[in-house]
């Protein structure tokens, strides 16, 4: 018989997960990487003109993606914006471009290295901009979980599939092991896909996107979920809870969206009466179970584009998006909150400012090529299998 694995085992927002704008940094994943180059300052009022000026020096040689969590002053030079999804997809479709400015993270931009043509050169402004839950699984983290599934007789009847937040050194073992990737917005296509393809399902790394997915979409319980702590001997599970196991969920989650817990929830409801929650998927199971609506960025989007004058609606994902569509609905009388009391950036995300894109546009501009993002061809082969994989999904 499994042991159910609860979130409560594992995700309390930790000292790291609140990561005040500038004040603390994710060390795991803000490699403290310097600008190789001269910041322009901050405080130069000429920013944004710089920037559009370089840019239309540029043309159409860039295309200028951006994610929705980025800061407003970034996003406004988006040709652009998306979920992760949308952007992976989007990213390709510019085949003339020859640089594609990614503003979002380090996982993104390998993606659209992987999907792009390979005269094209992506550039992440800033090469700090990695993401803590990518960096929840390493290779030989993941190599050698296979080798666990191996001795216990059960990885043939394994499938991998990964959530886009990972690296591309793990979308490549998908990949080569008959997976596929999936996002927040299509995790539920992927799974079913999946389980055509095999028994079981490994997913990486992303825990609550796993197990929000499995329960609330694909109708398995609790008990059909384990949890793969790689940090324990054989993930901390036996060969008989592997083998009874239908979701073999990594042990990952997002800081951000782990900060939001059930007594958001329930002191949301108590002060805004008939206030509709919407919650990302990456939100722990008790949040997405206790909320009224859960979607990627984009369906959040939508749905408030949707929602009619005079609602209410609290938002569980990051806060650069939660403020912005606060700003945009609230002419049309629609009150828009974010869901926890405590501010929350993602702040990687935010290393992306607009010094950075100035610099990054302004050099590309000069000829100079800079913090280009560059997939090995051997990594590149198996990880464009998945994402491949991914891009055909229903
Ligand atoms: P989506 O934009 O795909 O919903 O993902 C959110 C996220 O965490 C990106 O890092
Ligand atoms: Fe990674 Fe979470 Fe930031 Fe998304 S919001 S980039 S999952 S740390």
Same mark, same amino acid.
């Given at each position: ?67 929705? $969590? ?41 993606? /659209? ?9 992506? !550039? ?18 993941? /190599? ?7 001795? *216990? ?11 886009? %937040?990972?690296? *591309?050194?793990?979308? *490549? ?38 197990? %929000? ?14 949890? $793969? ?46 206030? %509709? ?10 949040? !997405? ?37 606060? %700003? ?36 590309? *501009? ?29």
């Amino acid at each position: 018989m499994t042991t159910a694995q609860t979130t409560e085992l594992d995700v309390q927002p930790s000292p790291l997960a609140l990561l005040l704008l500038g004040r603390e940094a994710d060390p795991r994943s803000e490699r403290g990487v310097e600008c190789p180059g001269d910041l322009p300052s901050p405080s130069d009022p000429d920013l944004v003109e710089r920037a559009r000026a370089a840019k239309e020096k540029l043309g159409d040689k860039v295309f200028v993606l951006g994610h929705h $969590y980025q800061r407003d002053e970034v996003i406004q030079f988006a040709d652009v914006t998306g979920d992760s999804f949308k952007l992976a997809r989007d990213a390709a479709a510019r085949p003339e471009a020859e640089y594609i400015v990614f503003c979002g993270v380090h996982f993104m931009a390998e993606s /659209a290295d992987i999907l792009t043509s390979d005269d094209q050169k992506v !550039v992440l402004p800033d090469l700090a901009a990695g993401c803590s839950m990518a960096d929840m699984a390493t290779a030989e983290q993941v /190599a050698e979980c296979w080798d666990v599934l191996t001795e *216990a007789g059960i990885a043939e009847q394994v499938v991998p599939v990964s959530y886009m %937040n990972s690296s *591309a050194d793990i979308k *490549a073992f998908t990949g080569k092991h008959g997976g596929t990737i999936c996002t927040s917005s299509n995790a539920k296509n992927a799974l079913e896909w999946a389980f055509e393809q095999g028994e079981k399902v490994l997913f990486l790394p992303d825990q609550h996107l796993g197990r %929000n997915t499995a329960v609330r979409d694909m109708g398995l319980s609790l008990e059909d979920c384990v949890l $793969y702590n790689p940090h324990k001997p054989n993930g901390g599970l036996t060969a008989e809870q592997l083998r009874d196991a239908k979701m073999i969920l990594w042990r990952g989650h997002c800081s951000v969206h782990g900060r939001f817990s059930l007594e958001s929830v329930e002191d949301v409801r108590a002060r805004i009466p008939g206030v %509709n929650v919407l919650v990302h998927p990456e939100c722990r199971h008790e949040v !997405v179970a206790a909320a009224d609506y859960v979607g990627s960025t984009e369906y959040i989007i939508k749905a408030l584009e949707a929602a009619p004058a005079g609602s209410k609606w609290a938002i569980g994902t990051e806060l650069n998006l939660v403020r912005r569509l606060a %700003n945009r609905f609230a002419p049309e009388g629609k009150e828009i909150v974010f869901l926890d009391k405590t501010v929350c950036f993602c702040s990687t995300m935010n290393r992306i400012d607009l010094p950075h894109l100035v610099w990054t546009l302004e050099s590309l *501009a000069a000829g100079k090529l800079v913090n280009r993002i560059e997939v090995d061809p051997e990594t590149e082969k198996y990880a464009k299998l998945a994402l491949e994989r991914m891009l055909a999904l229903p």
